[in-house]
């Protein structure tokens, strides 16, 4: 004990001197240096580095060493959240990240694979003192004794799995099993999928699995950033934790609802319209309305535009026709195939103007010369009459502006679907399911930038511009103040050009890779995680793939907990269109949360439809076994009374409860954290099956169960690692009688 904790008071004084030189780093960093593109791209990396490495520093102080392996060959080497080195020449490491190869036995080790150790010791510490060790004798001819040994090896895990919940995840990086180990340091590259059933800790090894790859690929994931989409803002705060506890901050994580740049998707929609949003006709629906607006004016009567030499042009169905041919034929999204339209239209009615005003009368040749038809086709380009009638057939859109009008009046869509999905009038807010299709659209219309980058150029010139004044002032002033002198001064214009000195002014962009690519929706990102997996729709899935070119992807779910008429259920069906049958498939079998006697209810839920249903196998049992009530009358009282006896002295209480009657429960329960997004660090709080998705209470209480469909009660029913109870006054589904 003595000997871990002098290691590990000179560990901290190790990265107390670090954060040191990281902040003094970022510091001097953030000083302007040097000019042009290459130099501001450097810099900014470089504070993005020290400011990743201070809050890593910063991030995993409290218990930065956990473990450490000794060799046979007399190594020993200590195992820690992040690598550390020594200030020597060597740079000897003094800490080893546990992602390195090095530190891979201290996961997977056992008495009959010892993979070379003699001893794997757990460290618990708290803050910086050392306060348990349990070790692993790993070479059964080894006689030395510690008198740490652990006899069954699983002590720390057990105490893991047993503490006390705090409304967050944490990481498991002291603990992670062998088949685990495997998925987190997977080789493959393209898209892995990882099922199984509840408590399994598919969430604990996506999130590991990022921190991997981030320690793996850094350099390319530190410019792409890893994106980590998880089924709702609940979840992400349950679990924004975890990779800054493992030293790892430049992650973007966010639900389906904050993928569109821009749009905050506050609304809600009914199952049926989500439904209808996600599924993939949709795409197809959007590509024909889009193309609904390239429109033509009806044959034999055409569009009449008065010009100003006082006659008309005339813009009939056949220049229309051809015009949008040829603008269709370059298959380039709306927006971006809208000049080629444009073009197409004023030339044809250019011609007509040539015609009427230079024809011979006498059948000769047209009067006017090559400069004198450019001057009509510009004033054709220049009439807002023109215009006008080209924006009638084919109008500039913008994705907001069309998903409006879609919505208004959906149509490419069976006449039911489109009832489902039609937006009341007045509505404004989007709602998630609507994010995908903002995205498609958004693709279906691309975005003519033409304008923003003139007026980016245009921005640049100004700045050249106010340089040049500037260096001139310089020189001027130069003859001023040094006019007797001899001196050998080098004035600004002699060491820096006007195109330099502008860029030197531009705005230094010190966003990190995930910020930036949060606010781009063409991002495409260095790996994307999912979690829930199995709740995308199609559409959803569509917009993810969009993200991810090089389909480096790691999906987590479970399919029978899918909750969302939009989910695809099959993983084969979600990935064909983009993989084919390139994919990797693991599934984990131990379930880590849910006692044995809590999952074999549940088991028991599942099994009422589908009597092959297979669980995991629950790695632990409390000896409690969940209990049922009947209310009476006051269901909201009976839940009360039986909060007052399950909530925990340490830990969390969950009521898990249909919607309808949560005001009921939350009226009658004093200090439950209720609503839209409760704080899940409070003692107890009421949530429906949907929020409860992907959490976990030390005890949970489940309220009128014969509500809930399968998938929703199943998921309900899973979420303790301590204690079950239900209460009810209906009639209970079967398998819980
Ligand atoms: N190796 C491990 N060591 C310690 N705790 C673990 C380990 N693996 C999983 N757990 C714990 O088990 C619990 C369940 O893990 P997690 O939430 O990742 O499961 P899941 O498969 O995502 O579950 P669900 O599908 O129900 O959302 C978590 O508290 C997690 O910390």
Not at 691 to 698: I, N, P, R, S
């Amino acid at each position: 004990m003595r000997d871990e904790q002098e290691f590990i008071d000179r560990l901290h004084a190790r990265v107390d001197a670090l954060r040191g030189v990281a902040a003094e780093g970022v510091e001097r960093a953030l000083t302007p240096v040097g000019t042009g593109q290459q130099a501001r791209l450097e810099r900014d990396i470089l504070v993005a580095e020290r400011s990743g490495l201070l809050a890593a520093l910063n991030a995993v102080d409290g218990s930065l060493c956990f473990g450490r392996i000794d060799r046979c060959d007399g190594i020993a080497h200590h195992i820690g959240r992040i690598g550390i080195r020594e200030d020597d020449t060597e740079h000897t490491p003094v800490l080893i990240d546990w992602r390195a190869p090095v530190a891979r036995p201290f996961y997977l080790a056992t008495g009959h694979t010892p993979m070379g150790l003699r001893r794997r010791r757990h460290i618990t510490t708290e803050g910086r003192t050392v306060t348990e060790l349990h070790d692993e004798i790993l070479d059964l001819g080894d006689e030395d004794r510690t008198g740490f040994e652990d006899p069954n090896g699983d002590a720390v895990l057990l105490a893991a799995l047993n503490s006390a919940r705090t409304g967050r995840m944490g990481d498991i990086v002291r603990t992670i099993q062998a088949e685990q180990d495997g998925i987190i340091r997977a080789p493959h590259r393209g898209v892995l999928v990882v099922e199984g059933g509840p408590g399994t800790g598919k969430t604990a090894v996506a999130l590991h699995r990022a921190a991997f790859l981030l320690y793996e690929h850094r350099e390319l994931l530190a410019k792409r950033a890893v994106l980590i989409v998880g089924p709702n803002p609940a979840f992400l705060r349950y679990i924004a934790e975890v990779l800054p506890s493992l030293g790892e901050t430049g992650v973007l994580l966010a639900t389906q609802a904050e993928l569109y740049p821009g749009v905050r998707a506050t609304g809600t929609d009914s199952p049926r319209a989500a439904a209808v949003k996600g599924c993939e006709p949709m795409a197809e629906a959007l590509a024909l309305a889009v193309r609904d607006r390239q429109t033509l004016p009806e044959p034999g009567a055409p569009t009449v535009i008065p010009h100003e030499d006082g006659g008309d042009l005339i813009l009939d169905w056949e220049i229309a026709y051809e015009a949008r041919q040829a603008a269709r034929d370059t298959r380039l999204p709306h927006n971006l195939a809208r000049p080629h339209f444009v073009f197409r239209v004023i030339d044809a009615l250019t011609a007509q103007l040539v015609e009427r005003l230079g024809a011979d009368p006498y059948g000769g040749p047209n009067f006017l010369g090559p400069d004198d038809v450019a001057q009509l086709g510009r004033d054709v380009a220049l009439s807002r009459q023109v215009h006008a009638a080209v924006d009638e057939l084919w109008p500039p859109l913008t994705p907001e502006g069309f998903l409006t009008d879609y919505l208004a009046d959906p149509v490419r869509v069976p006449e039911a679907d489109a009832d489902a999905i039609r937006r009341a009038p007045g509505t404004k807010a989007w709602t998630p399911a609507d994010v995908p299709l903002l995205d498609e659209v958004a693709e279906l219309l691309g975005v003519d930038d033409s304008a923003e980058r003139a007026a980016a150029e245009a921005a640049r010139q100004e700045r050249v511009g106010y340089a040049q004044g500037v260096l001139e002032l310089s020189r001027g002033s130069e003859s001023y103040e040094f006019e007797d002198e001899e001196s050998e001064v080098l004035a600004a214009h002699d060491i820096i050009d006007a195109e330099r000195m502008a860029e030197r002014h531009e705005e230094a962009d010190h966003r990190t890779a995930a910020e930036r690519a949060a606010a781009d929706r063409t991002w495409a990102f260095g790996h994307i995680i999912v979690d829930e997996a199995q709740e995308l729709s199609p559409m959803a899935w569509r917009l993810l793939m969009r993200r991810s070119p090089t389909r480096s992807m790691t999906l987590v779910g479970d399919p029978a907990q899918t909750s969302e008429e939009a989910g695809v259920g099959s993983w084969e069906k979600i990935l064909s269109p983009y993989v084919g049958d390139r994919f990797e498939h693991v599934t984990l079998e131990v379930n880590y949360r849910t006692p044995a006697e809590i999952m074999e209810l549940a088991v028991g839920v599942m099994r009422e439809n589908d009597p092959s249903f297979a669980a995991p196998v629950s790695v632990r049992s409390t000896g409690e076994k969940p209990w049922t009530r009947e209310s009476g009358a006051d269901l909201a009282g009976a839940v009360a009374d039986a909060v007052a006896e399950l909530t925990p002295r340490e830990g969390r209480l969950a009521v898990i409860a249909p919607r309808p009657l949560h005001e009921e429960i939350a009226a009658a329960t004093a200090g439950i954290a209720a609503g839209g997004e409760p704080d899940l660090t409070r003692t107890v709080v009421l949530l429906d099956p949907r929020q409860a998705k992907g959490l976990e209470f030390d005890h949970v209480l489940v309220v009128e169960p014969g509500r809930f469909g399968t998938s929703d009660l199943y998921v309900a029913l899973t979420r303790a690692t301590q204690r079950l109870g239900i209460v009810h006054r209906e009639e209970l589904p079967t398998a819980l009688r």
